[in-house]
């Protein structure tokens, strides 16, 4: 059975009480439950990390990427949280490492401020779901599913 990773980025571990009006109110725990269900449904065990540290972001894509090419790991996905907007490193990390990669946002992030429209994650990554609030997690885990299937 391959590996589900998802990575959460800075402040994603104040979920529920975070401007719940922007991110809703559920928290970290409760869309890790989520995702361990969808991920059983599609038949991926589940690895589920949240960190506020841009290097152990790129420590675990690096570790993601070795994963992958070992057959172990069927992708990542990743919401990077306000590193979309700023991380060079991040971008370099997926490109660097291959790994393949859905890049995840809570919120629809171009319905936000204008800083918020620009994501270094998106030139490497498979693909993009935003707008669709924690749901997207579950979403994003069975385009991961439709993409080992060669969908
Ligand atoms: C976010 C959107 C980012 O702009 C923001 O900095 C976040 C969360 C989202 O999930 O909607 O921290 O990635």
Redesign the pocket.
Known sequence: MKTALILN????NLLGTREPAV?GSHTLPDVEAMCAQACATHGFALDFRQSNHEGVLVDWLHEAGRAQAAGSLAGVIL????Y??TSVALHDAIKGTGVTLIE????N?FA?EAF?HHSYISPAAKGVM?GFGVNGYPLAIAALASLQAGA
């Open positions: 980025g800075p402040n994603l991110y919401n990077a949280g306000a979309t907007h995840l946002h809570i919120s992030v936000r918020r935003c």
